[in-house]
C-alpha cells in the first residue's frame, strides 16, 4: 500500500454498537425493559417478531468480543449504556449495572482500546416512558441524574461522551411515525420530545464542565444530503421542508440557538403553539460540546407528495443508483457534502463519523464470508471522508457501524450491519471479509490504492 491515501496519524479508527442491539441478558442483574422491550414485544411492530431479549449476547461474552477487537486492530470502540441496567426503578441506582459496564471498560483498557461511551442510543426505561416518556420535561431530570452517576463513575477512565444518539430517530421516528419506540403517532409530541432530547443534551454538557474532567462530549445527529427529485418548484420546497425537519431543525437550534423559521412557520398550524419552549432553552440547547458526533449512510432524493403526512414530501430512489440491503443509495460524494455544509453553514467545530456503514446479506465463498458490497461502501466512504480532511476539514474520526450484525430495531435480524458475522443460533462470531480489509486500513492508517 502506497501512502498516498494516509489519514492524519492522529486519526481515531473505531467501530461501533449500541446497547439494546447486541447486549441481550434483558432480565439480568436487575435491569427492567426500556421501551425496546415493550415495543419488539407487542406483536407486529417488528419484523419476524424478533426483539433485543438475547440479541449477540454481548452482555455475557464482551470477553470474546474485546478480544476480537483487538485481534481485528481496533482501537476505539463506540458504545452506549442501557439505562434500565443502571435506573431500573424511580431513585433506585443498580450497582450490577454498573458493575457490568465497569468490567467492560476494564477488558478494553487491558486491550488498549478506547471508549466512546454513549449515554443514551433509544432504549429508554419503561418506567420512564410510563411517566410520559420524552414528551414529559421532568424525563430531562431524570436523564441528568443518570448522566451524574455515570460521569461520577466512569469520567475518568471515558475520554469521549455522547450525550444523545440521533435525537431524530428517538423523537421523530418515536414519537412521530411510530416506527420506532414507543411507537406513537403525533407530530407534536414528535417535536416536544425532541426538544427535550436537545435540552437533555445540552443540560448534559453543563452537568459535564462541573465534573473537571479532561475528555470530550458532544451529541450525535444523524443528518443526510438531500436533492430534489427535479427542477420543479414545488419538489425543490419540499426538498426544503425534508431538509428543514431532519437537518436544520436539530443543527439550527444547536450551532444558531433557534429552530429554523420556515420549519416553525410549516408547523405551527399542524402542531400548534410551541409553549414547550420556556425562555432560556435555546441557550442551554446551544451549549457547545466539544465536537459533532455525525451518522452518515445515504442521500435522499425528494419530490412533492403524499408519503409524509406533515411534511407532505415523497421520497424516490434515484433511477441506476446502486442501494444497500435497506433500500437505501449509496452516495459517498454526499457525506462529502455533508461535512463541507457542517463546516460552511454551521461551525467549523472537530467532527466524528460516529456512524457509517452498509447493510448486506453475506453468502460463503471458499470458507470465507464475502461482503465485497460492504467493502467497496466503505472505501468510497472513507475516500469522500479524507477528501473533506485534505480541504483543511476537520474530521478527526471514523466509528464504523457496525462490529457485531445486531438487532436492527424495526428490521429485527433480518439486516446485517456487522463486519463479524453472527449466527444467532450458535452465536459464534465470524469475521466477514470486511472486517479483513478494515483491519488492513486501522493498520495502515490509510485506504488501499493511490489517488
Ligand atoms: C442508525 O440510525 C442507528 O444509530 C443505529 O442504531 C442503526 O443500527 C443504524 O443506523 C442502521 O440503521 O429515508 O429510508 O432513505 C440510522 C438512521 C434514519 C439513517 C433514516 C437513514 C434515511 C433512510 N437512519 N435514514 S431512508
Given at each position: ?161 455522547n450525550t444523545i444518539n ?14 420506532h419506540a414507543p411507537g ?162 454551521y461551525a467549523d467545530i ?102
Amino acid at each position: 500500500m502506497g501512502d498516498s491515501k494516509k489519514f492524519p496519524d492522529s486519526f481515531v479508527w473505531g467501530v461501533a454498537a449500541s446497547s439494546y442491539q447486541i447486549e441481550g441478558a434483558a432480565d439480568r442483574d436487575g435491569r427492567t425493559p426500556s421501551i425496546w422491550d415493550t415495543f419488539s414485544e407487542t406483536p407486529g411492530k417488528v419484523y419476524g417478531g424478533h426483539t433485543g431479549a438475547l440479541a449477540c449476547e454481548h452482555y455475557v461474552r464482551y470477553p470474546e468480543d474485546v478480544r476480537l477487537m483487538a485481534q481485528l486492530g481496533v482501537k476505539h470502540y463506540r458504545f452506549s449504556v442501557s439505562w434500565s441496567r443502571i435506573f431500573p426503578e424511580k431513585g433506585v441506582l443498580n450497582e450490577r449495572g454498573l458493575a457490568f459496564y465497569r468490567s467492560l471498560l476494564e477488558e478494553m483498557e487491558k486491550h488498549g482500546i478506547t471508549p466512546l461511551l454513549t449515554l443514551y442510543h433509544w432504549d429508554l426505561p419503561q418506567w420512564i416512558q410510563d411517566e410520559g416518556g420524552w414528551v414529559n420535561r421532568n424525563t430531562i431530570d431524570y436523564y441528568l441524574d443518570y448522566a451524574r452517576v455515570m460521569f461520577a463513575t466512569f469520567g475518568a477512565d471515558v475520554p469521549i461522551w455522547n450525550t444523545i444518539n440521533e435525537p431524530w430517530c428517538a423523537a421523530i421516528l418515536g414519537y412521530g411515525v411510530g416506527v420506532h419506540a414507543p411507537g406513537h403517532t403525533n407530530w407534536r409530541e414528535a417535536i416536544v420530545a425532541a426538544h427535550h432530547l436537545l435540552l437533555a443534551s445540552g443540560l448534559a454538557i453543563r452537568e459535564y464542565r462541573k465534573f473537571g474532567l479532561t475528555g470530550r462530549i458532544g451529541i450525535t445527529l444523524n443528518l443526510d444530503h438531500n436533492d430534489s427529485a427535479t427542477e420543479d418548484e414545488r419538489d425543490e420546497a419540499a426538498r426544503r421542508r425534508h431538509d428543514g425537519h431532519l437537518n436544520r431543525w436539530f443543527l439550527d437550534p444547536l450551532y444558531k440557538e433557534d429552530y429554523p423559521e420556515d420549519m416553525k412557520a410549516w408547523y405551527h398550524p399542524r402542531i400548534g403553539e410551541f409553549d414547550f419552549i420556556v425562555p432560556g432553552d435555546m441557550e442551554i440547547i446551544g451549549e457547545p460540546g466539544d465536537f459533532l458526533g455525525v451518522n452518515y449512510y445515504t442521500r435522499t432524493v425528494i419530490r412533492e407528495g403524499n408519503d409524509h403526512p406533515v411534511l407532505l414530501t415523497e421520497q424516490v430512489v434515484q433511477e441506476g443508483c446502486e442501494v444497500t440491503d435497506m433500500g437505501w443509495e449509496v452516495h459517498p460524494e454526499s457525506l462529502f457534502k455533508l461535512l463541507c455544509r457542517i463546516r460552511d453553514d454551521y461551525a467549523d467545530i472537530p467532527i466524528y463519523i460516529t456512524e457509517n456503514g452498509a447493510a448486506q446479506d453475506d453468502h460463503m465463498v471458499d470458507g470465507k464470508i464475502e461482503d465485497a458490497d460492504r467493502i467497496r461502501y466503505l472505501q468510497a466512504h472513507l475516500e469522500q471522508a479524507l477528501r473533506f480532511i485534505r480541504i483543511g476539514g476537520n474530521l478527526q474520526g471514523y466509528y464504523l457501524w457496525s462490529f457485531l450484525d445486531n438487532f436492527e430495531w424495526a428490521y429485527g435480524y433480518g439486516k446485517r450491519f456487522g463486519i463479524i458475522h453472527v449466527d444467532f443460533g450458535t452465536q459464534i462470531r465470524t469475521p466477514k471479509q470486511s472486517a479483513y480489509w478494515y483491519r488492513n486500513v486501522m493498520l495502515a492508517g490509510g485506504l488501499p490504492g493511490s489517488d
